[in-house]
């Protein structure tokens, strides 16, 4: 057999765990704890040359006393990072070892030997900073490709199939649901499916039910789940042939996701999208709570009971800008923009989460028109000079990062690159937790690590009241004074007479993007809009600029600002909803969100004086 022992080189350690005719060799080195505490054991390896592959036992020894860590096996040519948390007494002596087996007939490489005593990131967690817990939940799963093999580069396409048909599908497989015990470097598996796909996994506020999407192998569509915390206790919520998402749990017992129910396609892509809706914990009582005709994302309570999620929209604008972030209550009412929106966002914002202790949130700032799976940099966001400054996002950690999670005011975790979780705090210092194990990778060794979530009991947020009337078809909209608003300088009072109403329809099917499902979607107007609007007609604005009216419903409604001539003054680039029985307001017509209430000389408006309008189809 041949055999080196580490060797000191650039502050690591290097060596060879080789075997040859059959017999094992060891690699060791041996040091001495400078104090008690737990440390973590890691050092990098890969696959070295053909032959017969066998794992090798990795064990710390001190004296006469042999504690087996684990073992390693190097399928792949490509290097891991493995590691091990060993609890050693300080100013005694140990051992570590790597012990290859009689059986393999190959060389594993093995560099950047570490043994750590962790002070900063890691001893804080451990410490209870975050609470009192050590399993971290997970998934794992792959990225799904384009039907020409590519990865997917949408952020959005992760379910359902291209609109070139149901055999071109758009999600991946090699599902795992999987807790790993942070203080014993310990993996366990709640639920496996090779073919299957697993994702979104949200834990109870008790801590000891999880709440995740799974689409089962030789299935197409991703349903609504629950697991016991200790993998017993499989059952499905919801079924059927839409896709259902991104759930998270309401402080009421609900549960709000994102499904295709709503039946629509990206307006200008090939593959469907999914909007927000709610449900009761057995699954009953399906709900839809957004109208968007594109797609709404990762929907999670606030601390104060509304619900924050990620919005893509364009009316009649550039189609890849504008996908930020939005709050509405839970039942679906009052719907405002928290971040973005009123300029144009070289980003996706998703995947956000509230900061303990703070009004902050944590996120995925994905760069363009966002990246496969939500990719991109992990970011802090506080809004508190208004959702219109770009410079209210912070880069904490750039690259092709996953699913951060706040664990305390100033500790955040977050998949990075979809290979491992590591933790970070506001300066921006990384510190691995662990890697998916390489054996969990798949066949193809492309399945990624998504959604890492501490698995332990939290408070409930906010209990906010139903403020919906099922029983009607019809909200209503208040306007304070249309004079209130962005670039309307120069206008004088009761130049508005009317507002002109149109509700942008979905688009339910698409017959578009030659064989493949590939091509694109062309606007209905060249170089312009991709949306197809709907009149429905006019209400009256009052001489003092305010608005009151009824209008349909869970619809997508935008709004022009019409002269005496019936010319447009304004338009709106956004849209907006009410649901049934819903009363909402607003200042103005896009207005600052930091400026003012309006002042006057009286306390009631004149359309609020005189009651809603109908809308006028005539015009």
Same mark, same amino acid.
């Given at each position: 057999?041949?055999?080196?022992?580490?060797?000191?080189?650039?502050?690591?350690?290097?060596?060879?765990?080789?075997?040859?005719?059959?017999?094992?060799?060891?690699?060791?080195?041996?040091?001495?704890?400078?104090?008690?505490?737990?440390?973590?054991?890691?050092?990098?390896?890969?696959?070295?040359?053909?032959?017969?592959?066998?794992?090798?036992?990795?064990?710390?020894?001190?004296?006469?006393?042999?504690?087996?860590?684990?073992?390693?096996?190097?399928?792949?040519?490509?290097?891991?990072?493995?590691?091990?948390?060993?609890?050693?007494?300080?100013?005694?002596?140990?051992?570590?070892?790597?012990?290859?087996?009689?059986?393999?007939?190959?060389?594993?490489?093995?560099?950047?030997?570490?043994?750590?005593?962790?002070?900063?990131?890691?001893?804080?967690?451990?410490?209870?900073?975050?609470?009192?817990?050590?399993?971290?939940?997970?998934?794992?799963?792959?990225?799904?490709?384009?039907?020409?093999?590519?990865?997917?580069?949408?952020?959005?396409?992760?379910?359902?199939?291209?609109?070139?048909?149901?055999?071109?599908?758009?999600?991946?497989?090699?599902?795992?649901?999987?807790?790993?015990?942070?203080?014993?470097?310990?993996?366990?598996?709640?639920?496996?499916?090779?073919?299957?796909?697993?994702?979104?996994?949200?834990?109870?506020?008790?801590?000891?039910?999880?709440?995740?999407?799974?689409?089962?192998?030789?299935?197409?569509?991703?349903?609504?789940?629950?697991?016991?915390?200790?993998?017993?206790?499989?059952?499905?919520?919801?079924?059927?042939?839409?896709?259902?998402?991104?759930?998270?749990?309401?402080?009421?017992?609900?549960?709000?996701?994102?499904?295709?129910?709503?039946?629509?396609?990206?307006?200008?892509?090939?593959?469907?999208?999914?909007?927000?809706?709610?449900?009761?914990?057995?699954?009953?009582?399906?709900?839809?709570?957004?109208?968007?005709?594109?797609?709404?994302?990762?929907?999670?309570?606030?601390?104060?009971?509304?619900?924050?999620?990620?919005?893509?929209?364009?009316?009649?604008?550039?189609?890849?800008?504008?996908?930020?972030?939005?709050?509405?209550?839970?039942?679906?009412?009052?719907?405002?923009?928290?971040?973005?929106?009123?300029?144009?966002?070289?980003?996706?914002?998703?995947?956000?989460?509230?900061?303990?202790?703070?009004?902050?949130?944590?996120?995925?700032?994905?760069?363009?028109?966002?990246?496969?799976?939500?990719?991109?940099?992990?970011?802090?966001?506080?809004?508190?000079?208004?959702?219109?400054?770009?410079?209210?996002?912070?880069?904490?950690?750039?690259?092709?990062?996953?699913? #951060?999670?706040?664990? @305390?005011?100033?500790?955040?975790?977050?998949? *990075? /690159? !979809? &290979?491992? =979780?590591?933790?970070?705090?506001?300066?921006?210092?990384?510190?691995?937790?662990?890697?998916?194990?390489?054996?969990?990778?798949?066949?193809?060794?492309?399945?990624?690590?998504?959604?890492?979530?501490?698995?332990?009991?939290?408070?409930?947020?906010?209990?906010?009241?139903?403020?919906?009337?099922?029983?009607?078809?019809?909200?209503?909209?208040?306007?304070?004074?249309?004079?209130?608003?962005?670039?309307?300088?120069?206008?004088?009072?009761?130049?508005?007479?009317?507002?002109?109403?149109?509700?942008?329809?979905?688009?339910?099917?698409?017959?578009?993007?030659?064989?493949?499902?590939?091509?694109?979607?062309?606007?209905?107007?060249?170089?312009?809009?991709?949306?197809?609007?709907?009149?429905?007609?006019?209400?009256?604005?009052?001489?003092?600029?305010?608005?009151?009216?009824?209008? #349909?419903?869970?619809? @997508?409604?935008?709004?022009?600002?019409?002269? *005496? /001539? !019936? &010319?447009? =003054?304004?338009?709106?680039?956004?849209?907006?909803?009410?649901?049934?029985?819903?009363?909402?307001?607003?200042?103005?017509?896009?207005?600052?969100?930091?400026?003012?209430?309006?002042?006057?000389?009286?306390?009631?408006?004149?359309?609020?004086?005189?009651?809603?309008?109908?809308?006028?189809?005539?015009?």
């Amino acid at each position: 057999p041949i055999s080196r022992t580490f060797r000191p080189a650039g502050g690591a350690w290097m060596g060879v765990v080789q075997t040859h005719q059959g017999h094992g060799c060891s690699l060791e080195q041996t040091v001495r704890a400078p104090q008690t505490g737990t440390y973590v054991f890691s050092f990098i390896y890969g696959r070295s040359g053909g032959g017969k592959i066998a794992p090798f036992q990795v064990r710390v020894i001190e004296g006469a006393t042999t504690n087996e860590l684990g073992s390693i096996c190097a399928t792949s040519f490509d290097y891991h990072r493995a590691h091990f948390h060993v609890p050693l007494v300080g100013g005694h002596t140990y051992t570590f070892a790597l012990q290859s087996s009689p059986r393999a007939d190959h060389a594993t490489l093995v560099d950047d030997f570490s043994l750590e005593l962790p002070t900063t990131l890691y001893g804080r967690l451990i410490s209870g900073e975050a609470g009192d817990f050590d399993e971290i939940i997970f998934a794992t799963r792959t990225y799904c490709s384009t039907p020409q093999g590519r990865r997917e580069p949408h952020w959005y396409a992760n379910f359902g199939y291209y609109s070139s048909g149901p055999q071109h599908t758009t999600f991946g497989s090699v599902g795992r649901l999987a807790a790993y015990n942070f203080k014993t470097g310990k993996f366990r598996t709640l639920l496996e499916d090779a073919k299957g796909s697993i994702r979104d996994p949200a834990v109870h506020y008790d801590g000891k039910t999880i709440l995740f999407s799974y689409r089962p192998g030789g299935s197409s569509t991703y349903h609504l789940y629950t697991i016991n915390a200790d993998g017993t206790g499989l059952k499905a919520l919801t079924s059927g042939k839409y896709d259902d998402i991104e759930p998270a749990w309401l402080p009421d017992g609900d549960i709000i996701f994102c499904s295709s129910r709503s039946r629509r396609w990206v307006n200008c892509w090939v593959t469907q999208v999914a909007t927000i809706f709610r449900m009761k914990p057995d699954g009953s009582g399906i709900r839809l709570l957004s109208s968007n005709i594109e797609e709404d994302n990762t929907p999670v309570p606030l601390p104060d009971g509304r619900i924050l999620y990620t919005r893509w929209e364009y009316v009649d604008r550039q189609q890849m800008a504008f996908h930020h972030l939005w709050t509405m209550n839970p039942d679906g009412t009052s719907h405002q923009i928290y971040q973005g929106n009123t300029y144009p966002g070289n980003s996706v914002y998703i995947d956000a989460k509230p900061v303990p202790g703070s009004d902050e949130v944590i996120l995925i700032d994905s760069p363009g028109h966002g990246r496969t799976e939500h990719g991109g940099n992990v970011s802090l966001l506080s809004v508190k000079n208004g959702p219109d400054d770009p410079a209210n996002v912070k880069h904490l950690i750039r690259g092709r990062h996953y699913d #951060p999670w706040a664990l @305390s005011h100033d500790l955040f975790m977050y998949s *990075a /690159d !979809g &290979r491992s =979780v590591e933790l970070t705090d506001r300066t921006g210092r990384r510190q691995l937790l662990f890697e998916l194990p390489p054996e969990w990778t798949g066949p193809q060794h492309n399945a990624q690590l998504f959604e890492p979530r501490p698995l332990c009991a939290r408070p409930r947020e906010r209990i906010l009241a139903d403020r919906t009337n099922p029983a009607l078809k019809t909200g209503e909209f208040y306007l304070e004074n249309v004079l209130e608003s962005r670039s309307m300088a120069g206008v004088k009072p009761g130049t508005i007479k009317q507002l002109l109403i149109l509700e942008l329809l979905p688009k339910p099917i698409n017959f578009l993007g030659g064989a493949h499902g590939f091509g694109g979607m062309e606007p209905f107007s060249l170089s312009g809009t991709f949306s197809l609007p709907r009149l429905l007609g006019t209400v009256p604005v009052e001489e003092d600029g305010s608005a009151y009216f009824t209008a #349909p419903a869970l619809r @997508s409604l935008f709004f022009i600002a019409l002269d *005496a /001539d !019936g &010319r447009a =003054v304004k338009r709106m680039q956004s849209f907006t909803q009410v649901m049934p029985g819903e009363k909402l307001g607003c200042v103005g017509c896009h207005e600052r969100k930091t400026s003012g209430t309006v002042r006057r000389a009286v306390s009631v408006s004149k359309a609020l004086a005189r009651g809603p309008s109908k809308i006028d189809p005539s015009g």
